[in-house]
């Protein structure tokens, strides 16, 4: 572990309609480089300190296809392989922190510090959600650069269709990139989000996807202006949804809209409460990753 630079995943749930943050207490174990057995740690810790069972941490077991059997001696095994299934210790961030000083070494202190900046980047984040959801996105240091560099991007694209395509339905090409990427139209995304008629439409999209959306329509503009230096006059409309199709059925642009389609579910039901219903699928678990990128935070 160079440097000692720790980088132990916390995840965000929702329990009891409050959101906490936990942490796999078998990474804790690994980050803190402990000698027993994990198994025999994370028991001695529990029983030595009186950690609570549902209210400090939880116990997951692995779904198995074939079911689960309990030996005598309380392990769990697959039914019909006999494979020891691993049991999983889900600590609150606060039980894992004292685990952590429990070590009483140099490495357990700095996790400590590490979850405690943690947690302070995620109720920094769920502040600024909670007082203004629409624009919580804003809170990026990275928005208002992203958000300058893509207008440029954007006037490519519009740019672009004004000069080389003869059917200037602008609305209705926006709402092509719109599907594509995220799987709604403008209309329905402002529908959700309850945008006032003054509510840009993209100051209120995260600083990544504004990233994505500004690629594509300069990249487009350009395979557009292409497609019209080669025919020697306008596209029509046709002309353009096939340069469209062309353009974004590519490799990365499929990665690029898994993306943003995770961001979209995931970051949304998290911090604005709100479910896309075409991208329930997309969503994952909003973790401290999360938070870094939302604050335009690298390794720290």
């Known amino acids: 572990m160079t440097k000692d630079i720790i980088n132990i995943n916390v995840v965000q749930k929702t329990i009891n309609n409050e959101k906490k943050r936990f942490v796999n207490a078998r990474e804790l174990h ?13 028991k001695d810790r ?3 300190y009186d950690f609570v069972e549902n209210l400090d941490y939880f116990i997951t077991v692995a779904n ?21 299934i691993p049991i999983e210790y889900i600590l609150t961030i606060d039980m894992a922190k004292e685990v952590a000083m429990l070590e009483n070494n140099e490495i357990g202190k700095k996790i400590r510090k590490y979850f405690i900046r ?3 980047r995620f109720k920094q984040v769920m502040r600024a959600a909670l007082e203004n959801p629409k624009f919580v996105n804003q809170i990026s240091k990275d928005f208002s650069e992203t958000r300058e560099e893509t ?11 004004k000069e080389y395509v003869s059917v200037k339905y602008y609305g209705t090409y926006t709402d092509m990139l719109y599907q594509f990427l995220f799987a709604e139209r403008a209309k329905e995304y402002r529908k959700l989000l309850n945008l006032a008629k003054k ?15 500004g690629s594509f329509e300069t990249g487009l503009a350009g395979e557009l ?20 199709k062309q353009f974004s059925s590519t490799r990365n642009w499929d ?17 604005r409460n709100i479910k896309h219903p075409k991208l329930i699928d997309y969503k994952k678990e909003f973790t401290n990753e999360d938070i870094k990128k939302i604050l335009g935070q690298k390794n720290v």
């Not at 690994?30 to 994370?42: E, H, M, Q, S």
């Not at 202006?225 to 469209?244: T, V």
């Not at 943003?260 to 579910?265: G, Y």
Request: glycine share 6%.
């Open 30 to 42: 690994k980050w803190l480089k402990v000698g027993k057995f994990f198994a025999n740690w994370i």
């Open 46 to 48: 529990i029983e030595k």
């Open 64 to 84: 198995f296809g074939n079911g689960v059997r309990k030996r005598a001696n309380g392990i769990l095994v697959d039914k019909k392989t006999g494979k020891v």
């Open 118 to 120: 943690t947690e302070e």
């Open 151 to 161: 207008k440029s991007y954007r006037k490519d694209f519009t740019d672009s269709i």
């Open 199 to 213: 509510d840009l439409t993209r100051n209120t999209m995260y600083e990544e996807i504004l990233f994505f959306i």
């Open 225 to 244: 202006e292409k497609k019209y230096k080669e025919k020697g006059n306008s596209l029509n409309q046709q002309e353009f949804i096939k340069i469209f």
């Open 255 to 271: 990665a690029y809209k898994k993306r943003v389609r995770k961001i979209m579910a995931t970051y949304d039901e998290e911090l």
